[in-house]
């Protein structure tokens, strides 16, 4: 597989009264052509800020990339000056945001929030861009678009702003979409409308998919990998069984706990005790040993190093080492992983 | 729209209803009549006099009178200039009251905004901190004050302006910066907060992520969205400076109505008192209703859900 | 990867306790300590307080600070300009100059000596321009008014056209105003409070007909409502504070009325409800304190608004009655003479503008303090 992006040892920073808030400390990932790459985690993991980071859209000041390398495509996007940035954003690397009711203009058509991309990037004049427009409301599933380019945003309902603003995404057929937690705000019907919508598009455009969520039914339904993040590092990540049948980590564990599953309806959900730190002073040794059922003394001294599970699969945690008690997951877990090894479950499967 | 046109016109006119009904009777309260400086007349004279200004009648017949004339735009007769109406003496006077409101209303909005502006882009820069500064200070120091400077330093000391009357453009230099620093301020003020606001939101990052430059996602997302609100501003604004206008045009002796206004009080001259204190009221109901319809034009969201 | 070899008796698993995963990292502070921490961070806020207390300290003990009444009136030293010893450098040297034009320097001189009426001996003359560039003599001419009037005392700001101590009489002109502000506020406050506050709470028909009766009182510009009221109550501080207050009280009933409408329905007072807290319990707990930053704040607005239209009123002709001061009589006194004694001007001027932008930067804390959205 070829390699589209790789963030290298990424720091990300806010300088606020209080203190330096290290929102994202040292994160590794790399993202290949054509596949989808979910990043989970808590509020406050950092996830939003790593990917906003990617593109150079969290606000400076107060954040600041502190270092790492961002290589897109070889290039470093860290170094990249805004007009450079502005080059890239939109044409070969675009998002979709979380909440449909604010990410569109209020006072500005939709029509014209869609062509201004188009417009930029591939120099098309206002009669080109206006048809290319309506072909992309009839591939996000708007029907009626010769009608709906020159309504405004409050004439749509939910699901059909986060339909618009993907299509506002897809416009210049972009490498790479960074999707932030796209379905979150919607109702649940339409949620499922929405991902499937975002399957499609993948399957007929071939882009590579960040998608941002906490909602580890949506993990299982759409990514071919995932990174688990925790208080702004990546505690675990591996593809979509190596996480959901195989977790290393105890905060895999406490999410894969808390997440209700069909074959299992008499067990009581699983919630992980406490809050995450406060990054304005990040604790000593690992983030999640205060939280943590099976912290060690080591955990609270020194932070664990990536270790290696398989190919494919790394963890973060101090419980992977030759020294460490054999430990046991908990049930609900272990009943998972257990039913993995038998095969009689697969990823697919794993719907909320 | 229109339903909401027709019932804020109704109440338009109920309010001016009833501020013409107040006015009438407070003016009864008063002690003077025109009278009073003429005491030297005759009682068949004074009979005559008051037989002129209908001071005769019952009370409420004269308020009966008074509000049908006052429906076909006649506000009376001047007590201290004979025979003259009071209309006439506003009309004759207005000119230059509009000129400079309307002068320092423009100048006023257009400085503030682009000071605001300014001071949004380069937030918590020096400039803004010295804009948002100067804001403060034109906002507070009181326009008779600024009044008092320009006249003693710009025109009694460096003679650049003609310190008083009205002659000519120049003439209106002084007046019209004097009033001008208060919307320049509260204009600066808005704009920054708005556009600090609109430059925070969702739909910025989304033009942002798409990749459109600086200056275009400032002037088509930014600033559009923040000019909506100013509108609500404007309201208040053209009512601070009438108010700026009765004080600055006596300072600069400005032939307008705000002038004719103090002089009718210290003469007890009701009926021009009232005359103008009515097209006062006019005036501030007239401009809130312009504005907040106009709010319902430009904005496509109100516009738009009205229409439905 | 694991470059490191961390002891084995590390790897013991230790007692995680719920006080560790719970524990709260930051002191939690109340709503009010918090905004008082805030607004004491605010440079511009606390200059601006200092600068109030200054001056109030200046109004209630500067007219005891010399031996001038402030209706004590000679006209024997009118006019007079500011002398404050050390202080000559500021242009408070007790003279009057003025830059005169002429065809020659002994034109100019002689020009000089009518415009000071003659008193040769006091009148020093300075050439700025002697004439030898083709343009007009240019003589600065200065005398000294002390001197010339044989006064032996100092006048810290000059005095007016009766000669009545501007010292004494801006202090006692910057309590009157305050006064009135003060005062006019707090009548604001009470009734703006009591009316939206019962219009709110008791809602239904009430709240109905007291919101007809606010909307067609707000129709009436306030401007036409003070004149009109000081119209007939004739000028006095009372009037005027009635005025300024029958026309202040109605956008602080709005504002209250509005708030505590949004409160009532906001999930923590029904939750509060449900768990059968009382109405004086969840006014007290909950509507009260909720309100109490927004009335503090829109007080604080309404001050500085009191004291501009004061000082309008004098303007116009329906100020304080002479020979009462107050900020407002004393700046249309000092219009009056401005182009010869600026001074007399000068500073009700500036203190009635330090007063105003000591409010309104003061108010402006406030607001940033109390907002909870500025909260980190």
Redo the contacts between chains.
């Keep these: 597989m070829e390699k589209l992006l790789e963030v290298k040892n990424m720091h990300v920073s806010f300088d606020?009264?209080?203190g330096e808030v290290k929102a994202v400390r040292g994160v590794n990932f790399d993202v290949n052509k054509g596949e989808t790459l979910a990043i989970v985690g808590e509020s406050g993991s950092g996830k939003s800020v790593t990917t906003?980071a990617l593109?150079q859209?969290i606000?400076q000041p107060p954040g600041r990339i502190k270092e790492g390398e961002i290589l897109f495509e070889g290039r470093d996007l860290a170094k990249m000056n805004?007009?450079q940035m502005?080059?890239?954003?939109?044409?070969e690397i675009?998002?979709i945001?979380q909440?449909p009711m604010?990410?569109?203009?209020?006072?500005?058509k939709v029509g014209n929030?869609i062509m201004?991309?188009l417009i930029?990037?591939q120099k098309m004049s206002k009669a080109q861009a206006r048809k290319r427009v309506s072909e992309l409301l009839e591939l996000v599933g708007i029907p009626d678009a010769e009608n709906r380019i020159n309504q405004?945003p409050?004439?749509f309902s939910g699901g059909m702003r986060q339909r618009v603003?993907v299509a506002?995404?897809l416009?210049c057929n972009p490498k790479l979409l960074i999707a932030d937690e796209p379905t979150t705000a919607l109702d649940v019907t339409i949620q499922a409308q929405i991902l499937e919508l975002m399957k499609d598009i993948q399957k007929k455009t071939d882009s590579a998919t960040i998608f941002i969520t906490h909602d580890l039914g949506v993990v299982a339904n759409v990514a071919d990998r995932v990174a688990v993040m925790y208080a702004g590092k990546i505690v675990e990540i591996g593809t979509v069984d190596d996480i959901f049948y195989n977790p290393q980590h105890p905060y895999t564990w406490g999410l894969l706990g808390s997440m209700p599953s069909l074959d299992s309806e008499d067990e009581e959900l699983y919630a992980i005790?406490?809050?995450p730190?406060?990054l304005?002073?990040p604790p000593k040794g690992d983030a999640f040993a205060?939280?943590?059922?099976?912290?060690?003394?080591?955990?609270?001294?020194?932070e664990p190093?990536?270790?290696?599970v398989s190919d494919t699969h790394y963890a973060a945690t101090?419980l992977l080492?030759e020294?460490?008690?054999k430990i046991e997951p908990p049930e609900a877990v272990k009943k998972r992983m257990e039913g993995n090894a038998n095969g009689s479950s697969s990823s697919e499967g794993e719907r909320i | 729209m229109t339903r909401y046109i027709i019932q804020r016109l109704v109440y338009m006119i109920i309010t001016m209803f009833l501020i013409a009904t107040l006015t009438f009777f407070l003016m009864k309260l008063l002690p003077g009549s025109p009278l009073a400086s003429a005491d030297k007349l005759s009682e068949e004279q004074q009979a005559v006099v008051l037989e002129k200004y209908g001071l005769n009648d019952p009370i409420p017949v004269q308020y009966y009178n008074y509000m049908v004339n006052l429906a076909q735009g006649d506000l009376g007769i001047s007590f201290q200039f004979d025979n003259r109406e009071v209309t006439t003496i506003i009309m004759d006077r207005i000119g230059p009251s509009m000129q400079l409101g309307i002068q320092a209303m423009v100048i006023g909005t257009i400085l503030g905004m682009l000071l605001g502006l300014v001071s949004a882009l380069y937030h918590n820069s020096p400039l803004d901190y010295t804009s948002t500064f100067l804001a403060v200070l034109g906002q507070s120091i009181p326009s008779f004050v600024f009044a008092g400077l320009l006249q003693f330093y710009i025109g009694v000391k460096l003679g650049w302006f003609p310190v008083a009357l009205w002659e000519g453009w120049e003439y209106t230099v002084l007046p019209t910066v004097s009033l001008a620093i208060f919307p320049i301020a509260i204009a600066a003020r808005f704009m920054r907060t708005e556009m600090l606001e609109v430059m925070g939101s969702d739909y910025i990052v989304t033009a942002r992520a798409k990749g459109v430059n600086k200056f275009g996602v400032i002037i088509k997302h930014g600033l559009r969205n923040a000019l909506i609100p100013l509108i609500t501003v404007l309201g208040p604004l053209a009512i601070g400076l009438m108010t700026g206008t009765l004080v600055i045009e006596n300072i600069f002796a400005v032939p307008g109505i705000g002038e004719q206004f103090v002089k009718a009080i210290n003469v007890n001259d009701y009926p021009i008192i009232m005359g103008t204190t009515l097209l006062l009221a006019f005036m501030f109901i007239f401009i809130i209703l312009v504005i907040d319809l106009l709010y319902g034009v430009i904005d496509p969201r109100i516009r738009l859900a009205e229409g439905e | 990867m694991d470059n490191h070899k961390p002891s084995k008796d590390l790897f013991v698993p230790v007692d995680r306790t719920d006080e560790q995963s719970e524990k709260i990292e930051r002191p939690s502070l109340s709503f009010w300590q918090d905004s008082f921490i805030r607004l004491r961070k605010n440079v511009g806020a606390m200059i601006g307080l200092a600068v109030l207390v200054i001056l109030a300290l200046l109004a209630i003990f500067g007219p005891y600070m010399n031996d001038h009444g402030q209706y004590e009136q000679d006209l024997s030293r009118a006019k007079v300009p500011p002398k404050v010893d050390g202080l000559g450098w500021l242009g408070m040297d007790g003279t009057l100059s003025d830059v005169i034009e002429a065809d020659s320097v002994e034109d100019a001189e002689q020009k000089a000596l009518m415009r000071f009426n003659n008193q040769e001996e006091f009148i020093t003359t300075e050439v700025l321009n002697d004439g030898s560039n083709g343009e007009q003599v240019e003589v600065k001419a200065t005398l000294d008014v002390y001197s010339a009037r044989n006064i032996e005392e100092n006048f810290w700001f000059g005095t007016d056209g009766l000669g009545r101590d501007q010292w004494t009489r801006t202090w006692m002109g910057t309590r009157v105003s305050l006064y009135i502000a003060f005062l006019a506020a707090a009548i604001d406050m009470v009734i703006g409070v009591a009316y939206g506050g019962i219009s709110a709470y008791y809602g239904g028909r009430v709240d109905n007909y007291m919101q007809r009766v606010i909307e067609i009182l707000v129709g009436i510009p306030n401007l036409v409502l003070i004149i009109l009221m000081i119209l007939i109550l004739d000028p006095g501080i009372l009037s005027i504070t009635i005025a300024l207050a029958i026309s202040g009280w109605i956008s602080m009933a709005r504002i209250v009325r509005g708030q505590i409408l949004k409160l009532k329905n906001q999930e923590f007072v029904l939750a509060s409800r449900t768990l059968g807290a009382k109405d004086s319990r969840i006014l007290q707990r909950h509507l009260i304190p909720n309100v109490l930053g927004l009335i503090i704040i829109n007080t604080m607005f309404s001050i500085p608004s009191a004291i501009f239209f004061e000082a309008f009123l004098s303007f116009i002709g329906l100020g304080l009655p002479t020979p009462m001061a107050s900020l407002g009589t004393l700046i249309d006194a000092g219009f009056k003479s401005l182009q010869i004694y600026p001074h007399i001007l000068l500073f009700p001027a500036i203190i009635i503008s330090l007063v105003m932008i000591a409010f309104n930067v003061l108010a402006d804390g406030l607001r940033d303090a109390f907002d909870p959205k500025m909260r980190e």
Excluded: C
């Design positions: 606020t009264y209080g906003k593109m859209l606000p805004e007009k502005q080059k890239i954003r939109g044409k675009s998002m945001f909440d604010t990410s569109l203009n209020p006072t500005m929030q201004e991309g930029k990037h405004y409050h004439q603003v506002i995404a416009a005790p406490g809050s730190p406060d304005l002073n205060a939280r943590n059922e099976y912290a060690m003394k080591i955990d609270f001294e020194q190093p990536m270790f290696k101090w080492h020294n460490a008690p």
